[in-house]
């Protein structure tokens, strides 16, 4: 089975702080997916990668940067955290959309509290 | 109007019965569909591919309405584990990358 996995599960970190979020894949995936949760607004978009330093803004990038250096690994970073930050964080991952086998896989899910 | 739309219910029913959702989608030039189950604290993960002619997968039922820009699925004979959040998705054409609705609760109660 297709493992993504995501280094916290649950944050808390202080407002102004550089927060990094971790996400790893094992199937080979080609596009990794940040996305935050919110009741109410449902999953959106902050940021995407199609590729090895790839990356393409999603719907809401404002305060938050990405790194993929590596195919399996893509990390969403905070410059300086703020509290309407404060979410569960989801990474997601899949193969090319043309791909018959086209599917998200999520990780777990990281909860960041901004205090 | 919204890309993905879905009534957010919640649908309260009782174990047994047949319950369907909709979802509908803004742009016509979409080709991918899916619908995804979230549990409560937990991630979504995918329940099944909505394909054009509509598909089965044991008691749920996925169908595409491309003329009214729809998709909905139908779940028979209704457990208490098919309490969950059901996710609408949608493709954005000519992007890598899908836009999800924002969930119909469903809670089956005994």
């Known amino acids: 089975d297709v493992k993504v996995t995501q280094s916290s599960r649950y944050l808390v970190k202080r407002t102004g702080e550089k927060v990094f979020l971790e996400c790893v894949q094992d199937?080979?995936?080609?596009?990794m997916f940040w996305y935050r949760q919110d009741p109410g607004l449902g999953l959106r978009l902050i940021y995407f990668?199609?590729?090895?330093?790839?990356?393409e803004k999603g719907d809401i990038p404002e305060g938050y940067s990405v790194s993929r250096e590596k195919k399996e690994r893509f990390s969403l970073i905070l410059e300086s955290a703020s509290t309407n930050q404060t979410s569960m964080y989801l990474c997601?991952?899949?193969?090319?959309?043309?791909?018959?086998?086209?599917?998200?896989?999520f990780g777990s899910g990281t909860r960041l509290t901004v205090v | 109007r919204k890309e993905v739309e879905q009534d957010p219910g919640p649908f309260n029913v009782p174990e047994g019965a047949t319950v369907a959702f909709n979802c509908t989608y803004s742009?016509?030039?979409?080709?991918?569909f899916f619908w995804y189950r979230q549990d409560c604290r937990k991630e979504p993960k995918l329940l099944m591919s909505?394909?054009?002619s509509g598909n089965e997968d044991g008691r749920f039922t996925a169908q595409l309405n491309r003329a009214s820009q729809y998709i909905s699925l139908l779940i028979r004979d209704s457990k208490l584990s098919d309490s969950a959040t059901y996710l609408c998705?949608?493709?954005?054409?000519?992007?890598?990358?899908?836009?999800f609705g924002p969930g119909t609760r469903l809670s089956v109660l005994p």
């Open positions: 742009n016509s030039a979409s080709q991918s």
């Open positions: 199937m080979d995936h080609e596009n």
């Open positions: 997601a991952s899949s193969f090319s959309w043309t791909a018959p086998n086209y599917g998200y896989t």
């Open positions: 998705v949608v493709n954005i054409p000519d992007g890598q990358n899908f836009v």
């Open positions: 909505v394909y054009s």
């Open positions: 990668s199609y590729d090895v330093k790839m990356k």
